[in-house]
Every structure is written in C-alpha cells, then in structure tokens.
C-alpha cells in the first residue's frame, strides 16, 4: 500500500467511527417562533395530512399555545416527521404527524412510541393517550401493535383516542444460584 492509500483508508476509518447509526432520530424540542417556522417550511407537503390538525405555522403556534410541546423528528439533520405531547393531570398526550414517505417502513413510528414511552415511565404517569385520523390505518395497526386499546372518536368521527395503561418500573436485584 502507498503512504497516499494509507491515509485515504485512515481518513475512511476516522470518518466511519462519528457516523451515527442508519435508524438513529433525535427529537428537538421547537422553543421558538423561529424553530416552528423550521419545522413548517421544511416541507408543507409532507406534513398536509396531520389527521385533525390543519398545517399552518399559525396553527402550530395555536398548539403550542394550547400546552402542546412541539418536536421535529430528524434524521441525519433532515425532518421526518413532528410530533406533539403534553402532560394532563396522570397522563401524557400525544399525536404525531405521518413519518416522511421516503422514511416510512424503517421502523420510526415505533421509535417514536418508544420515545412516548420513555417520556410517560420517566414523568410516573399512569396512562399515555394518543390520537390519530379515523383514516389512517397504518397508525391504527401501529396502536393495536403497541397494547393501545381505542377509547372514543372525536371531532365529528375524524379523530381516534386510543390509551395505553403504563406500568411503573420495577427494579429486580440479581439473585445467587446456589
């Protein structure tokens, strides 16, 4: 090998070692008018069908006004999908857009139900609620995936709640086998 191929190949190995992994999404929390602005000019199109939310940047202020938290989801630096959250009383609400079409089928709507879920364990509440669109099948078998069960339809029949009961953590200490 030629002291030029050397480097090339250390420069690769370098490189490969900060590359996150292919499934690796970071939620990012939306503070700011501008942050929202982001997320809304990323790509109207994607985002047009929220189920029963209208995507405008002003309704997505009206949102974060109404308690809602508000996240881009990003992979690689580029939005796949949003979501929403809040925390009521014993619960955690959410609802989420549509994961990105060239994204979808990569297992990110269970990530971001694992996310969810991570969010109600560590915040002790008792039960998650999430809406989707009465239309959105793929979201219904995601829910019925995850032991959401369907509690009431809203909104004139448009939107589906669905709960999940979250059980506490519990902690087992490793036994000695005699």
């Known amino acids: 090998m030629t002291k030029k191929n050397k480097k090339e190949d250390g420069d690769f190995k370098e490189a490969s070692k900060v590359l996150p992994h292919p499934n690796t999404i970071r ?5 700011t008018d501008e942050e929202l602005k982001k997320l809304y000019n990323y790509d109207v199109d ?7 939310f209208d995507w405008s940047l002003e309704n997505l202020k009206k949102e974060k006004k109404q308690g809602w938290e508000i996240y881009s989801v990003e992979q690689h630096h580029e939005i796949i999908a949003a979501v929403f959250l809040r925390f009521d009383n014993d619960k955690l609400e959410t609802k989420n857009t549509s994961i990105k079409m060239t994204f979808q089928g990569q297992g990110f709507s269970h990530r971001i139900k694992d996310f969810y ?4 364990r560590a915040h002790k509440v008792s039960s998650i609620i999430h809406y989707c669109a009465v239309d959105n099948f793929r979201a219904i ?3 019925e995936s995850h032991g959401y069960k369907r509690v009431q339809t809203l909104k004139n029949g448009e939107v589906i709640e669905w709960e999940k009961k979250i059980a506490p953590l519990t902690l087992t200490t490793p036994t000695k086998s005699s």
Do not use: M, Q, S, Y
């Not at 939620?27 to 503070?31: A, N, R, Y």
């Not at 879920?117 to 109600?120: I, K, N």
């Open 27 to 31: 939620f990012i929390k939306c503070h």
């Open 46 to 52: 994607v985002f047009a069908e929220a189920g029963d």
């Open 117 to 120: 879920e991570h969010l109600a």
């Open 141 to 143: 078998a995601l829910n």
